[in-house]
């Protein structure tokens, strides 16, 4: 059931929070089209992937086993020459020749090391090979996503679970947005139970998109069943806090009816349905849901920023406030 995935973390230290936005120009649209892929893959895997099993980073890095692959990046567990283990996240080799493209995945462990929390998936290092292999070096997980954990049980998770994991997952939250982070692509798959019940956000590799304002102004990027109207509409200069309040509103929609807010069998049929359909409200999925868990979740889903959970710590209360009108107090994590 649970197994090895990935986490970052990076010693390289936090850079300057003077980020000066930068326009991406004509790599705009290679970023959002390889970005913005809607599923993290587990199989089957490219051949280019699993042509790097087995094969060394750097002279000191071999690559065990591929752990998932997504629109940027492909995902190993790894063993460094002296017997260390590591997830090493390696960038497609079509990306890894634009230096832009380059330089945001990079991004990835400064803002991830940033948050500054133990809930936050820490980036140890980065390097580029010999041959031109752009890779991160992160923590090793040993545990499974939320998205894993819910098709283990058949789609859907208990609402106790639920609430425990998201105050906690919020938590990190609060900290990335406190240092001015939004993460932009949570969802399911970027949450993570460790075997030893603690939880981890992973991949703040769109957090960096905020900075590219004025190349992806009217493109979306993102997961469709995730994104709130102004990320689906591409109107960054209006992706805030209350972006990634939505975002964690869905998730829990999810998490709780086995159900996307919009079922949509193509992309951009998805996209489509994130910018222009109002989420349903959890009472009217047909589950029999306790009051204070519905009126949480619908206003994590307002369409309009203004009406939603402020931020993410009013969020976190709410959720605190919910599991104590329904089930008393919070209770630990159950472990992966």
Same mark, same amino acid.
């Given at each position: 059931?649970?197994?090895?995935?990935?986490?970052?973390?990076?010693?390289?230290?936090?850079?300057?929070?003077?980020?000066?936005?930068?326009?991406?120009?004509? +790599?705009?649209?290679?970023?959002?089209?390889?970005?913005?892929?809607?599923?993290?893959?587990?199989?089957?895997?490219?051949?280019?992937?699993?042509?790097?099993?087995?094969?060394?980073?750097?002279?000191?890095?071999?690559?065990?086993?591929?752990?998932?692959?997504?629109?940027?990046?492909?995902?190993?567990?790894?063993?460094?020459? #002296?017997?260390?283990?590591?997830?090493?996240?390696?960038?497609?080799?079509?990306?890894?020749? #634009?230096?832009?493209?380059?330089?945001?995945?990079?991004?990835?462990?400064?803002?991830?090391?940033?948050?500054?929390?133990?809930?936050?998936?820490?980036?140890?290092?980065?390097?580029?090979?010999?041959?031109?292999?752009?890779?991160?070096?992160?923590?090793?997980?040993?545990?499974?996503?939320?998205?894993?954990?819910?098709?283990?049980?058949?789609?859907?998770?208990?609402?106790?679970?639920?609430?425990?994991?998201?105050?906690?997952?919020?938590?990190?939250?609060?900290?990335?947005?406190?240092?001015?982070?939004?993460?932009?692509?949570?969802?399911?798959? #970027?949450?993570?139970?460790?075997?030893?019940?603690?939880?981890?956000?992973?991949?703040?590799?769109?957090?960096?998109?905020?900075?590219?304002?004025?190349?992806?102004?009217?493109?979306?990027?993102?997961?469709?069943?995730?994104?709130?109207?102004?990320?689906?509409?591409?109107?960054?200069?209006?992706?805030?806090?209350?972006?990634?309040? =939505?975002?964690?509103?869905?998730?829990?929609?999810?998490?709780?009816?086995?159900?996307?807010?919009?079922?949509? &069998?193509?992309?951009?049929?998805?996209? =489509?349905?994130?910018?222009?359909?109002?989420?349903?409200?959890?009472?009217?999925?047909?589950? &029999?849901?306790?009051? &204070?868990?519905?009126?949480?979740?619908?206003?994590?889903?307002?369409?309009?920023?203004?009406?939603?959970?402020?931020?993410?710590?009013?969020?976190?209360?709410?959720?605190? #406030?919910? =599991?104590?009108?329904?089930?008393?107090? +919070?209770?630990?994590?159950?472990?992966?």
């Amino acid at each position: 059931m649970g197994g090895e995935r990935n986490v970052r973390a990076g010693p390289k230290g936090p850079r300057s929070s003077n980020f000066a936005p930068r326009t991406l120009g004509p +790599i705009g649209s290679l970023l959002v089209s390889s970005i913005s892929q809607p599923l993290f893959v587990t199989e089957p895997f490219p051949p280019s992937a699993r042509a790097r099993l087995g094969t060394m980073l750097r002279g000191k890095w071999r690559l065990d086993e591929i752990l998932g692959a997504g629109g940027m990046a492909t995902v190993y567990s790894s063993t460094h020459r #002296n017997g260390r283990r590591a997830a090493i996240k390696v960038l497609h080799p079509e990306l890894a020749r #634009n230096a832009d493209m380059v330089e945001r995945f990079v991004d990835e462990g400064y803002y991830a090391n940033r948050v500054g929390h133990r809930g936050a998936v820490r980036v140890l290092d980065d390097d580029i090979d010999d041959d031109g292999t752009v890779f991160l070096v992160m923590e090793l997980l040993r545990g499974e996503t939320l998205e894993d954990r819910r098709e283990r049980h058949g789609g859907r998770l208990p609402c106790h679970d639920v609430l425990c994991i998201m105050e906690r997952a919020i938590d990190v939250l609060v900290a990335a947005h406190a240092k001015g982070i939004i993460h932009c692509d949570l969802k399911p798959a #970027n949450l993570f139970v460790t075997e030893a019940g603690k939880v981890k956000v992973l991949d703040f590799g769109m957090a960096g998109l905020l900075e590219a304002v004025p190349g992806l102004r009217g493109i979306p990027a993102g997961t469709p069943p995730f994104m709130p109207p102004e990320q689906a509409y591409g109107r960054w200069d209006e992706v805030d806090a209350r972006s990634d309040v =939505w975002a964690l509103g869905a998730t829990m929609f999810t998490l709780l009816t086995g159900q996307y807010l919009h079922e949509a &069998p193509t992309y951009h049929q998805a996209l =489509w349905a994130a910018g222009t359909q109002r989420a349903p409200s959890l009472g009217a999925v047909g589950i &029999p849901f306790a009051p &204070p868990l519905i009126a949480l979740v619908d206003r994590a889903l307002e369409p309009e920023p203004h009406l939603r959970w402020q931020d993410a710590a009013s969020l976190q209360t709410a959720v605190r #406030n919910a =599991w104590f009108q329904i089930h008393g107090r +919070i209770s630990e994590v159950t472990a992966a």
